[in-house]
């Protein structure tokens, strides 16, 4: 007994899945995996459309923990927000700041050490707007930029969401 048929028109779709998932999964050394997946493509194929959501901005991140980097990057991108560079040295930090194109910064107060105000002043004199990310409290915030909205670390998204939203607000 044959497990799978050939597709009709009404499984066109289920078809190209197979095609991409065979291509993307099937280089030998996973034949067995592949073997099984026509019976299964209908229940997979819901798994693997998603859909694009319109990109609320784009945002360029600084903070030198890898771990809470990747939470912050997480929460953008729930938030609708694409990542437009990130990076954890202040060095690479000045470069991005004078290079790239973003709609928003979120700078951490203390990178390895190093206070964010060059960077900050670069955002500045690019007309950039920016939120700092702060474990110190508002007296951690260089004190030229104590006017600037600051996350008080750690943060939840609503914060976050609430932060970007009046920031960029007020940037327009």
Do not use: H
Request: aromatic share 8%; proline share 6%; with cysteine.
């Amino acid at each position: 007994m044959e497990l799978w048929q050939a597709p009709t028109v009404t499984q066109y779709d289920a078809a190209l899945l197979d095609i991409a998932l065979r291509d993307f999964f099937c280089d030998g050394a996973l034949a067995t995996v592949c073997d099984f997946l026509p019976p299964i493509l209908p229940a997979l194929q819901g798994l693997y459309m998603t859909t694009v959501k319109p990109s609320a901005g784009s945002v360029f991140l600084v903070e030198d923990e890898a771990m809470i980097r990747m939470m912050v990057v997480d929460m953008l991108e729930e938030l609708g927000f694409s990542v437009a560079a990130e990076t954890g040295e202040i060095d690479e930090a000045i470069k991005l700041a004078g290079t790239t194109e973003f709609d928003i910064a979120i700078l951490d107060v203390n990178v390895n050490g190093r206070v964010i105000s060059p960077v900050a002043d670069l955002l500045k004199a690019r007309n950039r707007p920016f939120i700092f990310a702060t474990g110190y409290g508002s007296q951690g915030v260089p004190e030229d930029y104590r006017d600037r909205p600051a996350l008080q670390k750690p943060f939840q998204i609503e914060s976050l969401k609430d932060a970007l939203d009046s920031t960029l607000r007020g940037a327009a």
